[in-house]
């Protein structure tokens, strides 16, 4: 069955770092956000910083859902085409996130962030 969204009103405060508003149908979204974040207590800045290959965390490979051994059972009533709703309000929508309004076949969605703390103690 084939249905219709309709939704009355949407109001989104920011959408950064890869992340997507979707409205309308779409069979593909693919999302990718890395992130590098040091935070110094003396700011220090050196020419050969910032490159993923450096940690491992970039280039594992992804843990992806095991779905051939698993087993579900579902059950749809449609009584009516459309989705209704009155309204969607969101703050943020960041790291590789989606908010879309219509149907989809396939999200795949990734988001890397290392943190490096370097602090000085005893200053």
Known sequence: MIRE????????NTVSLASILQV????LIKPV??????QRN????????????????????????LTENE????????NCSRIQVGGIFVDGIAAASVL???SNKNIQA???IKHIRQVINGE
């Not at 956000?33 to 040091?38: E, G, I, N």
């Not at 087993?71 to 449609?78: G, I, P, Q, Y």
Request: overall charge neutral.
């Open 42 to 65: 003396i700011s220090m800045f050196k020419g050969d910083e910032g490159n993923f290959d450096d940690f491992g965390i970039f280039s594992r490979d992804l843990p992806l859902p």
């Open 5 to 12: 969204s309709v939704v009355r009103e949407v109001k989104v």
């Open 110 to 112: 990734e988001s890397r």
């Open 33 to 38: 956000s890395k992130a590098l974040a040091v």
């Open 100 to 102: 879309q309004i219509g």
């Open 71 to 78: 087993s579900v059972k579902v059950s749809f009533n449609n």
């Open 24 to 27: 309308g149908d779409n069979k």
